[in-house]
């Protein structure tokens, strides 16, 4: 097979990988690793580094979940464990899915608002805009449209280099373990881990996989998707934490929000730089809160036994596109009430989305080594290592954070 065949089929089957990946670098993933830069300059990078090994490694389990078996990862836990575990899943999936979604309509209106629109104007537009794409348009130009909106992260990378980091400095603090034993240092580290590999993202990428009807014959180029998709949400977490890094930490200024950090880059890394943060800000927050929706209905639909996809319409399948809809409004809702409490939203809902993912990362641990359920694409021995060091790895940063919250 030639190159350019090999691109074609790639090209294809590309998509469930890469919006996985990237919509992870939303507003509270921005603002996570903005803070994470600002506190600690580089010494933390080695975190985000390893919550891209085990992003990669669960989002490829997850597509494969997807591809072998046709399901979404809410249905399939039901039939594998049986209706209860299936609804506490589920239960799990709304309430991270709910948080997150106002997390990233509260990044919408701080971006906008660093451009002098109100959020009154901005969210309810958003809103609505994101759900016509979704009510109205087909599989494919859905797709389109979400990997389009996708490029605009390349403003976290022009704004990063124009900081002009320390890059030794950052290359060492990527390789080498360093973690204050401090309340701020652990809880950051682990909204790290909640906001890179999230509840919605492995629920979405095994839905999503299943929805654009790949085969087992797709699973080694949906690997490349996964890893691409991976090692890309990686980058742009890495620049955004050298860029607060190199301004603000190195200035002594905290910050409580990626607005924030977009405000505080002017006079430090210049009007260019500070500009193309918050561009990011607005494109990373339209870009997931048109996803977070569609995983949580994904997630209905499957509980309940009537699996849809995007290609059918609203009279088709009312449940799918009633839960998309109640999301995005529920979620646009909570960020308008005056007084809501948006920096909280957007950091704490990663620090839940983190004590999620264990039971989920469970379950799906389990279902990798059923035979009866992965058939001959069961999880090897070494893979099966790799899921329980990850699980172990986050399980231990929760028990840290907990023990340091009682003392």
Not at 41 to 56: E, P
Not at 146 to 172: K, R
Request: with cysteine; charged share 10%; proline share 4%.
């Amino acid at each position: 097979m030639n190159l350019r065949r090999r691109l074609v089929l790639l090209t294809a089957v590309a998509g469930p990988g890469l919006l996985a990946g990237l919509s992870d670098d939303d507003p509270a993933g921005i603002t996570t690793y903005s803070s994470l830069g600002a506190e600690y300059g580089y010494r933390l990078l080695w975190v985000l580094l390893l919550s891209t090994v085990a992003l990669a490694l669960f989002h490829d389990l997850g597509a494969r979940m997807g591809i072998v078996t046709g399901q979404g990862l809410a249905g399939l836990i039901r039939e594998t464990y049986g209706v209860r575990r299936g609804g506490f899943a589920l239960a799990m999936l709304i309430v991270a899915n709910t948080g997150t979604t106002c997390a990233e309509f509260a990044g919408i209106a701080a971006g906008f608002e660093l451009f002098g629109v109100s959020r009154y104007i901005s969210v309810p537009i958003a809103a609505a805009g994101v759900s016509f794409l979704v009510l109205r348009g087909s599989f494919h130009r859905v797709e389109r449209v979400l990997l389009g909106v996708s490029a605009v992260f390349v403003t976290y990378v022009l704004s990063g280099v124009l900081a002009h980091p320390d890059w030794s400095a950052a290359l060492h603090g990527s390789l080498v373990p360093s973690l204050p034993t401090t309340r701020s240092a652990v809880l950051l580290a682990t909204a790290t881990v909640g906001t890179t590999l999230a509840p919605w993202g492995l629920s979405f990428i095994q839905s999503y996989a299943a929805d654009k009807h790949l085969t087992v014959k797709d699973l080694r180029l949906e690997r490349i998707d996964v890893i691409v998709g991976s090692v890309l949400t990686g980058v742009i977490g890495f620049f955004v934490v050298v860029a607060c890094a190199a301004t603000l930490h190195r200035d002594g200024l905290s910050i409580h929000s990626a607005a924030d950090a977009a405000l505080a880059l002017k006079p430090l890394a210049g009007r260019l730089a500070a500009d193309l943060f918050a561009v990011g800000l607005i494109g990373a927050a339209i870009l997931a809160a048109s996803i977070l929706p569609l995983s949580t209905a994904y997630s209905v639909g499957e509980f309940v036994g009537r699996e849809t996809a995007l290609d059918d319409g609203p009279r088709e399948a009312p449940l799918f596109y009633g839960t998309y809809a109640a999301i995005a409004v529920v979620s646009a809702g909570v960020v308008l009430l005056p007084g809501a409490p948006l920096i909280p939203i957007l950091i704490l809902t990663q620090v839940l989305n983190a004590v999620l993912l264990i039971p989920l990362l469970g379950f799906m641990y389990g279902i990798s080594r059923d035979r009866e359920v992965m058939g001959d694409h069961v999880a090897s021995r070494s893979a099966a290592a790799g899921y329980l060091v990850a699980i172990a790895a986050i399980s231990i940063c929760i028990v840290a954070l907990g023990v340091l919250s009682l003392t």
